[in-house]
């Protein structure tokens, strides 16, 4: 079967709307369960350090088995693996949701990583077959576009809807509402999506390098997690790193000596792809974590209900579409090195003015400010990164090149989620020992927090500033720019 059909396909719009609204889904249930994560612990009844594992764990099996996930649809057939995503993440979805009535967080765990890996398959299946069904140049860049404002709106109504389904019929709606989609998506790719597959000679795949990656950043992120509770020096925390450092060393094997590797180290060679996906880990764990700490903050110290922190959350949601467009503009004038950089640097001035909630805050002017600067520099970072870990690629290395960056920056969220829970959660206990009030220690907690974040956030600008040296405007084309947003 050849990539691209010799003729346009007549149903191709068709074919983008199907894949993407999975697209949108699995963009979706991010933002979505971020809105909900107070009303699930209070409602399973666990600790803040047990719930952040409903976003990590969806985050970690989501970065860790991307890579294998496009390679998987490129050899065996992009329609079959989509199909199959979409079986795993529907099913999980309804799992999840099942989750509330056994009032069981480690079935909600669990479907949660499930449900990350469906949404590892989905997305570069999807990807693919967009790029083979759309011929390269204006149509396809425009189809691009199309499939980035998905992702841009998928977080603005994730937060809105979020907010809607917690408040009017409870959190378990969030994940129970994937599942009519994903039966409709189904149906119309067995109707509608011809199969594909790339013509390659050899038919291998690294799974091993897929299982050892994800099981060594899950046990390293529990390690993290758990650390607070048993001690930093305690046998048990330092097993646990030392555990995940060998899992991760046998992953550098593998990679080294396998003949078809997950993640071929020569790409790295390229040095503006090295330092988007340096720059993209650092960005990935202030993103996720800052999300996560303004969603408790509001809804346990402000006690905002859900459907109003949804609603005020599309302050940053719903701009970040709109700088997206002129910090594309920019990169493509300048390059991606001072976009980058200056994007980071906002997004740390909003962190600072998060440093500075109060125990009694409003929306305005306490918050308001900051979720408008954290959209422009989220535009600004995240853009141009992504132009730049696509430039001096080759088309043939281009699908590997936004895979890695997109593992880069889920990997990050993950750990950065993990990071800041330890960091908040040590505060709290210390101050409520003390005798603050609880209001008072989950504030200073998260203010906390929010400074260890402030920190990668100025590391991450600095890391933009230094590594992406060299890279100019005219080695941004404009296709790199156009399919940025994917």
């Known amino acids: 079967m050849t990539d691209v059909a010799a003729e346009p396909n007549p149903r191709r719009w068709l074919i983008l709307a199907v894949v993407g609204t999975a697209f949108f889904m699995t963009i979706l249930d991010v933002a979505i369960v971020n809105v909900a994560i107070p009303s699930i612990q209070t409602d399973l009844d666990i600790t803040q350090q047990t719930v952040q594992w409903v976003i990590i764990a969806y985050s970690i099996t989501f970065g860790g088995f991307l890579l294998l996930g496009g390679r998987m ?90 907010g809607i389904l917690t408040k009017y019929l409870g959190w378990e709606w969030i994940f129970f509402v994937n599942v009519p989609v994903g039966a409709l998506v189904l149906v119309a790719t067995q109707r509608i999506i011809p199969e594909s597959r790339a013509d390659i000679g050899t038919r291998r795949f690294d799974a091993a390098g897929a299982v050892t990656v994800t099981g060594g950043l899950a046990l390293f992120v529990y390690a993290i997690s758990k650390a607070p509770d048993v001690g930093w020096g305690s046998a048990r925390t330092i097993l646990l790193l030392i555990a995940s450092a060998a899992i991760l060393a046998a992953f550098l094997a593998i990679e080294l000596r396998g003949q078809a590797p997950l993640m071929p180290f020569a790409i790295f060679r390229n040095r503006s792809l090295s330092a988007a996906n340096v720059v993209g880990f650092l960005m990935g764990m202030v993103i996720f974590a800052t999300f996560f700490l303004l969603t408790l903050y509001v809804q346990d110290v402000l006690h905002w209900s859900a459907l109003k922190t949804g609603v005020t959350f599309l302050a940053t949601a719903g701009t970040t579409p709109i700088w997206a467009g002129v910090a594309q503009a920019l990169t493509t004038r300048v390059g991606p090195r001072p976009i980058v950089t200056a994007g980071l640097l906002i997004m740390g001035v909003a962190l600072f003015l998060y440093t500075m909630i109060p125990v009694a805050g409003h929306y305005w002017p306490d918050l308001l400010p900051a979720y408008l600067i954290f959209a422009v520099g989220l535009a600004f970072a995240f853009v141009p990164v992504s132009i730049a870990a696509l430039t001096g690629v080759t088309s043939d290395e281009a699908g590997l090149a936004s895979g890695l960056l997109n593992t880069s920056q889920q990997i990050g969220g993950a750990i950065g989620v993990a990071v800041v829970t330890t960091i908040f959660t040590t505060q709290i206990k210390d101050l409520l020992k003390s005798g603050h009030t609880q209001p008072q220690a989950f504030t200073s907690g998260y203010q906390h927090a929010f400074w260890a974040l402030l920190v990668l956030a100025l590391a991450g600008a600095v890391a933009a500033f230094v590594l992406l040296r060299g890279v100019k405007a005219e080695d941004v084309t404009e296709q790199e720019a156009a399919g940025a947003a994917v």
Not at 90 to 103: E, I, Q
Not at 126 to 133: E, G, M
Not at 151 to 156: D, F, H, I, L, N
Request: aromatic share 6%; proline share 1%; glycine share 16%.
């Open 73 to 162: 649809a490129d050899l065996l057939g992009r329609r079959r693996i989509f199909v199959l995503g979409l079986i795993v993440f529907t099913l999980s979805s309804l799992a999840c949701g099942f989750s509330h009535a056994l009032g069981s967080a480690t079935v909600l765990i669990g479907a949660r990583a499930v449900q990350g890996l469906g949404a590892a398959i989905i997305s570069p299946a999807a990807l693919s077959i967009v790029t083979t069904t759309f011929r390269e140049g204006a149509e396809r860049n425009k189809a691009l576009g199309i499939w980035g404002a998905l992702g841009g709106s998928g977080a603005a109504a994730g937060v809105l809807f979020g």
